[in-house]
């Protein structure tokens, strides 16, 4: 049993926390996990990715080889798009739909949503609008991790117990928007 | 033992503190940072504190050896140049307390200005490299370097690449060990490199080399695989082993199979598979070191593949998909980027005190014509670029000063350079001491937003002595002027700005505003 993710958005979205929880689910499950994470040169606003790969097996690459990532799991709709390179023959891709605009020279909306809409393996929500619903639009990666959630092999359960690891020194307000912000996600996607 | 996700930094640092370091020394650097933060943050009771540069944390470490305890200094690649002189002498007098250097090198030039192999260094001050392929060998690996360092009294180098340095995998920690007692050298001219005493001391070390080699040869983390079959054999080098294993899982690589992670090389290990094999693929991270020593001055009879013949890229990082080529698999897209994806560049912050700072800077320059402002390295290097287009150089820590300076030894005229503030006390202050003694004229515009922002808002030790240092290495105190870089004082600090450019003599112009990064972490945090 395998999931390779290519986790990715722009520097700043909240990356590291997806990635985060997804490395305490692994270890509670016994998998063996590699998340090849990119710091430095002030990332922030720049567009950033992570691979993630986690098994029953041992992990040997560190990084994800092109063709093979099961998933890309994107909190920005263009970014998601830089690393299909990556994804695997019918791999899914899952997105938000809302752009982080900080280039002068980013695609129309409508165009990225063309090409999302001629692929089969895309699922795409407002995480943002979702979030705000939930309490902050902060919250929307773990809107996202939860969407993503049902294409990943770790058990839902095991994500959530992650997450209120992740975020326990913040209180339990902090746990429960996100875990909302989680479930929301995760209800979003199986609906459509 | 508990199982930790640590990234390759971190298991490290955690390996370090297992084996009892008393002191951390480090100056910041991608991709090494997250070393000296770990023990910041989990080293109760070792000294983990910053340094001004690279060689002053090496020297310190090497004074905390002399004192009889254990320390560890961390940098990156280029950092180890900074550090170089004190590294190779340490090789000389040999250490007393265990002493362990980790250079982080950065193939592929992530966040860095080249992809030196520090792989290189062990073999030039002729010293044990370690070369972890994963989490748990960089634990496992930094205890026993210690290890190794005591046993025969020399500094041992850990070589890891942005990869390891930055991927998180599970680590099992051993039972950890006590901190040393204070105890001085037993040969008290050890550390005196005197000529005459140097060259004994260097004699010492020559005498170790058959030693370093037979610990190589019989190293648990070098490994021979003798499959027969005439295949080609496969010297794989740190991670390059990993990737060998993405495409055959459990050892299933059919011919013989060298894992390489302790230096020197294992010259028997090395011939035994050599004379299976019919021809070579070393599979390395940065230069091609082990591939240039198999294939010598004279071409060998067998065929060496890697980085030099082209079966690899001779330069930046390997990756599996390189690898897979290299075995001959094809590697194949499934799909492509669409060509509505347009790039996304770091940038510098929305509000960030650079931005102001260069825009009157390059108001004021549009009267001078360009080309003529150094710079340093940072954030504030993006000042190269668009919208800014405001500097000219980025070369190595404090250059920007020094080059000012040359160029205005040349006539150029003004000579103007922007330097952060923690490079500034890194490498910047004795290039301005130049200046002052000869009364050039250069403008040194320090940047100054209290921190070591690139890497993550680390303590600079600049902040709040600017000024006094300045004054103290000699700059008339009439030209030091501290401005504050916000839009609503720009016409006045184009004025100013204008004014010390125009000064035929060195001056310092103290552009001070916090970064906003790590003003709005400390404003949530109070």
């Known amino acids: 049993m395998k999931t390779d993710i290519i986790l990715c958005g722009v520097g700043g979205q909240g990356i590291i926390s997806i990635s985060a929880v997804l490395g305490i689910a692994a270890l509670e499950e016994n998998m063996h996990i590699k998340q090849s994470e990119i710091h430095g040169m002030s990332q922030r606003g720049g567009s950033v990715q992570s691979h993630v790969r986690i098994s ?115 209180g339990s307000s902090v746990i429960d928007l996100n875990l909302k912000a989680f479930d929301a996600g995760r209800q979003a996607s199986v609906a459509l | ?56 944390a090496m020297e310190e470490a090497l004074g905390m050896s002399y004192a009889g305890k254990r320390a560890m200094v961390a940098m990156k690649h280029v950092g180890l140049n900074v550090a170089a002189d004190p590294f190779m002498n340490a090789a000389i007098t040999g250490v007393n307390g265990g002493l362990v250097i980790v250079a982080a090198d950065d193939p592929s030039m992530h966040s860095s200005q080249n992809e030196q192999d520090s792989r290189y260094y062990g073999k030039f001050a002729q010293i044990p490299v370690f070369e972890p392929s994963s989490q748990q060998e960089a634990y496992d690996m930094t205890r026993d370097a210690f290890d190794l360092s005591e046993k025969y009294g020399v500094p041992v180098l850990i070589r890891i690449t942005t990869r390891l340095a930055h991927s998180r995998s599970q680590v099992e920690s051993r039972t950890p060990l006590p901190q040393r007692s204070l105890h001085l050298p037993e040969e008290p001219l050890q550390f005196v490199l005197l000529p ?33 079959g005439g295949k080609t054999g496969v010297i794989a080098c740190g991670t390059g082993w990993n990737y060998l294993n993405e495409w055959f899982p459990d050892g299933d690589y059919p011919g013989p199979v060298l894992k390489l992670s302790q230096y020197p090389l294992p010259v028997k290990q090395i011939q035994r598979m050599f004379d299976q094999s019919a021809s070579i693929l070393v599979l390395e991270d940065g230069y091609p070191l082990v591939e240039e020593m198999l294939n010598g001055i004279f071409p060998v009879n067998k065929h060496i593949k890697g980085r030099l013949d082209g079966t690899l890229p001779r330069d930046g990082e390997l990756t599996p998909d390189l690898v897979a080529s290299a075995l001959g698999f094809p590697v194949n897209e499934a799909y492509h980027i669409p060509s ?37 390295i940072g954030c ?147």
């Open chain 2, 196 to 228: 005459a005493l140097a060259r004994k001391r260097y004699k010492r070390l020559l005498a170790l080399q058959k030693e370093f080699m037979e610990s190589s040869e019989h190293s648990p983390y070098n490994l021979s695989i003798l499959k027969t």
């Open chain 2, 1 to 56: 033992m508990e199982k930790m996700l640590l990234l390759g930094d971190e298991a490290i640092a955690q390996g370090a503190l297992d084996a009892g370091i008393s002191g951390m020394y480090a100056y910041p650097g991608t991709p090494s940072t997250e070393i000296m933060e770990y023990v910041q943050a989990c080293g109760s009771g070792v000294h983990a504190l910053w340094s001004a540069n690279e060689k002053t």
């Open chain 2, 340 to 376: 509505v994806v347009v790039p996304r560049p770091p940038s510098l912050c929305n509000g960030c005190s650079h931005a102001d700072l260069y825009l009157a800077l390059d108001e004021v320059m549009k009267e001078f014509g360009k080309g003529k402002v150094f710079s340093d």
């Open chain 2, 380 to 526: 504030y290097t993006l000042g190269a670029l668009p919208p800014y287009n405001a500097i000219y150089s980025c070369v190595d820590m404090g250059a920007s000063v020094t080059m000012a300076k040359g160029a205005a030894d040349a006539g150029m005229t003004p000579s103007v350079c922007v330097i952060g503030d923690s490079t500034f006390t890194h490498s910047g202050m004795t290039g301005l001491l130049d200046a002052v003694i000869e009364n050039t004229p250069v403008t040194v515009i320090i940047s100054d937003n209290s921190a070591t922002a690139m890497t993550g808002g680390q303590k600079s030790h600049a902040t709040d002595r600017l000024v006094e240092i300045c004054k103290g290495l000699g700059v008339s105190p009439d030209h030091i002027v501290t401005l504050v870089p916000l839009r609503k004082n720009h016409q006045e600090n184009v004025r100013i700005l204008r004014k010390e450019i125009l000064f035929e003599g060195p001056s310092v112009v103290i552009f001070q505003r916090e970064c906003i990064q790590t003003s709005a972490r400390r404003h949530k945090k109070n």
């Open chain 1, 56 to 170: 029953s097996n041992p992990v040997a690459s560190d990084l994800i080889p092109l063709a093979n990532a099961g998933l890309i799991l994107s909190v920005e709709p263009m970014e998601a798009l830089r690393y299909l390179p990556w994804l695997s023959p019918g791999g899914w891709i899952v997105s938000n739909n809302q752009p982080f605009l900080n280039i002068p020279d980013y695609p129309p909306v409508e165009s990225l949503m063309q090409e999302y809409k001629s692929r089969k393996n895309a699922v795409l929500i407002n995480a943002d609008e979702i979030a705000s619903r939930c309490g902050s639009a902060k919250a929307s990666n773990m809107v996202m991790l939860g969407a993503a959630s049902r294409f990943i092999h770790l058990k839902p359960e095991s994500l959530m117990h992650g997450l209120e690891k992740l975020f326990a020194q913040k």
